[in-house]
């Protein structure tokens, strides 16, 4: 499974940008995730997205950011707004599957990254 980010860019505070992910395949897809990673620290949950549509968001990023699926099942988008200089970071998508019918649990994978940077 490959997993693709793309949309980061630099950007200044207030500004808005559109991070887009795919993956390569949707037989047993499950959830989509945003994770993001800033220097010397541990990388956390943004923004997921269930297969249901049910969706958690990362309490400082509430009211300004919105994950969304695509028209196809296998792309995730997040689109980010009045951006800080703290969003700063490496953005990460992560995919869950269900790797065969029945099974118990599910496999993740992620993409290379995409990095956001935003000037005060």
């Known amino acids: 499974v490959r997993v693709v980010e793309s949309g980061g860019d630099l950007v200044q505070a207030g500004g808005s940008l559109r991070l887009s992910c795919a993956a390569s395949g949707t037989i047993g897809l499950n959830t989509m995730s945003w994770y993001r990673q800033a220097p010397g620290q541990n990388r956390v949950l943004v923004a997921r997205i269930t297969d249901s549509g049910n969706t958690t968001y990362e309490d400082s990023v509430k009211g300004r950011f919105t994950i969304s699926r695509g028209e196809a099942a296998n792309t995730v988008f997040l689109q980010m707004n009045s951006l800080r200089p703290e969003d700063t970071a490496a953005y990460y998508c992560?995919?869950?599957?269900?790797?065969?019918?029945?099974?118990?649990?599910?496999?993740?994978?992620w993409g290379q990254g995409t990095q956001v940077t935003v000037s005060s």
């Open positions: 992560n995919v869950l599957y269900r790797p065969y019918s029945g099974a118990t649990y599910l496999a993740p994978y």
